[in-house]
Structure formats: C-alpha cells, structure tokens
C-alpha cells in the first residue's frame, strides 16, 4: 500500500519509514506508519468501510467535535498526558478530520505507545479500571449537546426495531435456516416485550439523551502497559445520540462473560456476579454527578436488553446467510447467539443480585 499521497494530504510531519497492517478490528482497515521526527513517531492510517458506515463525513464530524471536546476539558485541567487519554485526529489540509480518494475515505490519528486491550476480562481490578474509563468517558462528554451529533447508524440500539428485523429475518428465511433454530428464535421472541424499555424510557423523557459510545466491548478500552491504568476508549465509530444504559449494558454483556461470546462450550459460559460488581462500581463512581436513580435503577434491565439485543441481531445475521458480522467458521453466528442466549438465562437468574449489587453503590450518585 503506498501512503505517499495520504501523508501529503494529511501533512503528517517527518520522514515516512514504512507501515505495517494491524487486523484487530473487524469492521475498518488499518494500519500503523512509521515515521522519524526528532525521534520515533507512529500513527494510524484508516480505511473506513463505507458498506457499514453510510454517512462517514457526518461519523468523522461526530468524533472529531467529541473528542476535541474531550481534549479541552484535559488541557482544563491540566492534564499531563492528555495525548494518549483520548485519540488525537488529524486535520487534513483541506481542514477536514478525514481524505476522500479513489481508493476510499481514510482518517488518520496518531498511535497510542504503549498500550494494551482485553478481549476477555482477565481480573475484576482490570473490570473495574475499564467501568471508570466508559464512566469517564460519559462524565467528560455530560455538557456536550448530544441533539448536534448526526445518528450515523439510525435506531443502532432500538431493541424493538431489532426485533422487527428478527421477525423479517424469519419470514424470509433466505439461508433455509429457520427450522433448525425454533428453540433459539422461541427464546428470543419470548422476551420481545422487554425489548422496548429503554427506547420507551428515553422517548418519554423518563431517561435522558446523552452522548454515548454505543459499542463499549471490553476490548475498546486502552489500558497502559507501564501503570496498568485505563487510558482511554477507542473505536469511537458509534458515538451517537443515545442512552447510558447501552453503555453500561453492553460493557456488562461483553466483559461479565467469563468465556467470551466466541465460545462454543456453553459450560463455560458464567455470567460473574463479582466481575457485574466491579463495574457497576468503577462507573457509578466516575458519573456519579451525572447519571439520574432512573437510569441507575434500570441497570440490571440494561444488562438483559443489550444481550438480548445481540441474542436477536446474531440470530438475525444466521437467518440471512451471515452477511453483516465477520464469521471465523461455519455456523459462527449460531454460537454466538447461544452464547448470547446462555449469558442471558443467567443474567435473568441473577437479576436479584444485581439489584442488590447497585443497591449498595448507589451512595455514589
Ligand atoms: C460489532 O466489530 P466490533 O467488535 O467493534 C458491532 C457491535 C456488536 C459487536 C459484537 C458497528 O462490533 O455493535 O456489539 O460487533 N458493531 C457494529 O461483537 O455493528
Ligand atoms: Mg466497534
């Protein structure tokens, strides 16, 4: 791949030494350049997939106003390593946060040195670290006016609507998959009518609309390899108008299951009370100044509904022939769906728990 016009249009500082291609990510392209200036000096090049990303001028707008906004409050305070606490953007010549060309739409931002991420949670200390980081995240981005963002992914954590999508799916049934997952689809039809809690919360008011990540896996917090602290939330591609409980819900989705929602062996499937706790406890205390006892209360709700969520949009996915997530063997999306489906059969087991897991940390708010 040759970067040359991109650092030119970029107008990225130094002398260009080479690139590699970093494959964490699912969705986009990415690669990390070299350069020498004064010194060693990487940075992320970018390629967005404009397939699941419609409105890609409108996404950059949305993390470029975010995160400068995240930089002024740093710099506020006088924050001394506010360049890896919150990814830094390049502003190409033409003053914008991104370079459209023949070979597609690309943002740049520098490299975060030094820095690790989970896929799977591997202490409740590291739980905790990343319940502060979202909470953070929420708590920086309070006075934000969360109407001036674009809603690049229409209705993305409209349980109702991701239902409706399950239902065409079924009718459909274009791969000739439906008969063979009844018990699967039973499940999940079965609880369609707590689907609509958090969309109805926020449509009447109950619960507020806020600036929110919308895709807070584990693996989208940074941590610091020397201090093992959390640096900052990355993948800000979903940052949209929404709720607080789709952050708090999927970051407890993804990080409580002990097994990952990849795992096949439903035995090993656990929802962890201990690591709920830490979480629940890292974030009630960074928002504790701006999250409302409504949206605390719901917490245990919001765990369900994402996971039931990504029950109905993996089972979706298999209906149709696995065309929107990345699948890594046949049948990939039927796993996740009943490891989704587990997780969920013991969150609702657990919801006692849980409400006496945020009973105890409420004080914070
Ligand atoms: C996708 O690609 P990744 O891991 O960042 C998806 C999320 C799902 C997640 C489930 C834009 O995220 O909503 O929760 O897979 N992102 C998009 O693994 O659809
Ligand atoms: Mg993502």
Redesign the pocket.
Known sequence: MNFNKLIDAFAIPGTYIGSEELSA???NQTYRLHFYDEGDAFYVMQRLNTN?FRKPRELMDNIHRVTEHIIAKLDDVGCKDAHRMVLHFLLAKDGNPYVEDESGFWRAYRFVDHAYSYDIIQDSFCFYQAGRAFGDFQRQLVDFPAETLTETIPRFHDTVDRMRILHEAIANDKAGRAASVQEEIDFVLARENEASLIVDALASGRIPQRVTHN?T?INNVLFDSRTRSPLCVI?L??VMPGSSLYDYG?AIRSGTNTAG?DEENLSLIHFDLDLFEKFTQGFLETTAECLTQEEIALFPMAARIMTLE?CARFLADYLDGDVY?KIKKPGHNLIRTRNQIELLRQMEAATPAMEAVIEKYRRYS
């Open positions: 990510g699912n969705i699941v895709d896996k993948d591609d979903t999927d929602e990504l997530f």
